[in-house]
Nanobody, 125 residues
Framework: QVQLVESGGGSVQAGGSLRLSCTAS????????MGWFRQASGKEREGVAT???????NYTDYVKGRFSISKDSDHDSVSLQMNSLNSDDTAIYYC???????????????????WGQGTQVTVSS
């Protein structure tokens, strides 16, 4: 069973930065695609950034140039560096994984079967 644990959420002022991390266990990490999703209050969960097993990254338009996803295969972890945060980025952020979720953007959360518990990110203006 794949288990994902996120860390690094918190509160920050607009224009600031946060780094989220997600550690995977119980999986063949190198063969999985990893993604970061978020869900704001009253809204549906939406894709933010993904990194495929071959290392190719994809971002949704509203985070391009501000967010960066990376993975550390030695530690079975994936990170999301978030810069120039604004109030629209306030949400619960989830780490997700799957073996074959496809590469469409924005990433479809229904194609990811393994999820972390989520971490809150709050950006104040």
């Amino acid at each position: 069973q794949v288990q994902l644990v996120e860390s690094g959420g918190g509160s920050v002022q607009a224009g600031g930065s946060l780094r989220l991390s997600c550690t995977a266990s119980g999986s063949t990490f190198s063969s999985m695609a990893m993604g970061w999703f978020r869900q704001a209050s009253g809204k549906e969960r939406e894709g933010v950034a993904t990194i495929c097993s071959d290392g190719i990254t994809n971002y949704t338009d509203y985070v391009k140039g501000r967010f960066s996803i990376s993975k550390d295969s030695d530690h079975d972890s994936v990170s999301l560096q978030m810069n120039s945060l604004n109030s629209d980025d306030t949400a619960i952020y989830y780490c997700a994984a799957d073996y074959h979720p496809g590469r469409a953007q924005p990433a479809d959360p229904n194609l990811y079967h393994y999820w972390g518990q989520g971490t809150q990110v709050t950006v104040s203006s």
